[in-house]
């Protein structure tokens, strides 16, 4: 199982443009979300999704639109970027109820100019 | 959520015991206690999870008080592959497995 991946690992953006960071498992976990983290802070979330076709919002969803029309992928949006977005995206997945552990894709660092 | 509150930072000798401690005093009777370690700038990692009774697993142990407002996660020989930032995160397990962070304690093992 290659588990949760994320691409890019690096990006850079022009203030106003748009971009999708792509996320990916392989467990078939039901649960995925997408976080934030600034430096010196913690993660925050911003959207999440229980399954397929059901999408909600977290603590931070202003500016981000997710999808999910697989169970495998995960994608977050920037509708236009700002330098307020500059941060590290981090993708995560589980299955759902019976309080299970969480695991983390690798990360996205984005640079908005 | 129930709030948690731990430490800002932490030191610890390489092979003692690193024991870091949380406050949830508000956590409800439905809610558990987890923890996660976030290495560098890597992803989380889960540790431990637990609702009142201790737990252990091969990374680290887990103490929750009997009123449970509180918990202390044991590390039981800490090596330099240990430092890292822990969070304490308490939430209810339901069907939206939202985890909450804080900013964590950060934990230096040296030599």
């Known amino acids: 199982n290659a588990g949760v991946t994320q691409t890019p690992k690096f990006q850079v953006l022009k203030t106003g443009q748009s971009m999708t960071l792509q996320c990916a498992q392989d467990?078939?976990?039901?649960?995925m979300s997408w976080y934030r983290q600034d430096p010196g802070m913690g993660l925050r979330l911003i959207h999440y999704?229980?399954?397929?076709?059901?999408?909600d919002q977290g603590e931070v969803p202003n500016g981000y639109n997710v999808s999910r029309s697989t169970t495998e992928d995960f994608p977050l949006r920037l509708l236009s970027a700002a330098p307020s977005q500059t941060s590290v995206y981090f993708c995560?997945?589980?299955?759902?109820?019976?309080?299970?552990?969480?695991?983390f894709g690798p990360g996205t660092r984005l640079t908005v100019t | 959520d129930a709030k948690t509150t731990q430490p800002t930072s932490m030191d610890c000798a390489e092979g003692r015991a690193a024991n870091l401690p949380c406050n949830h005093s508000?956590?409800?009777?439905?809610?558990?206690v987890y923890w996660y370690r976030q290495i560098h700038s890597q992803g989380p990692q889960y540790i431990i999870h637990?609702?009142?009774n201790n737990e252990t697993n091969e990374m680290a142990s887990l103490i929750i008080t009997e009123d449970r407002k509180s918990s202390t996660l044991i590390l039981p020989h800490a090596t330099l592959r240990d430092t890292a930032v822990y969070y304490c995160?308490?939430?209810?397990?339901?069907?939206?497995?939202?985890?909450?962070f804080g900013t964590g304690t950060r934990l230096q093992v040296f030599p």
């Open positions: 999704s229980v399954g397929a076709g059901i999408t």
């Open positions: 995160i308490v939430r209810v397990v339901d069907n939206t497995d939202k985890l909450i």
């Open positions: 995560a997945s589980s299955y759902l109820q019976g309080g299970y552990e969480q695991y």
């Open positions: 467990m078939n976990h039901e649960y």
């Open positions: 637990g609702l009142k």
């Open positions: 508000t956590i409800s009777g439905n809610e558990y």
